[in-house]
């Protein structure tokens, strides 16, 4: 890991990568990959980076990541938007 970490950041260097260029696509990456971990959950996120989730919520902001992406689309659907099973529907309309 360390090598390959070494021959990213020489590669970088003599491709004439700013610093700051490099450190925030290296933030960008870093959070991605937790957020995708974790379904788009920023609290468990935070807590697997060790940092406060309004933290993590700034860092996402500033470097305009969408988390919407990570989030799972498994999701409940809302109350009103449930369907009744058609036993259930039954008994609704009989009462």
């Known amino acids: 890991m360390k090598d390959q ?20 696509e290296f933030k960008k990456r870093f959070i991605m990959n937790v957020l995708q971990q974790n379904k788009g959950n920023q609290c468990k996120a935070a807590r697997e980076l060790g940092m406060h989730r309004n933290t993590l919520s700034r860092t996402i902001t500033e470097l305009k990541l969408d988390v919407k992406q990570f989030r799972d689309m498994g999701r409940r659907p809302v109350r009103s938007e449930k369907t009744l099973p058609v036993d259930k529907l039954e008994k609704k309309i009989v009462r």
């Open 5 to 24: 970490l070494e021959a990213l950041v020489a590669q970088m260097y003599s491709s004439g990568i700013l610093y700051s260029e490099a450190v925030r």
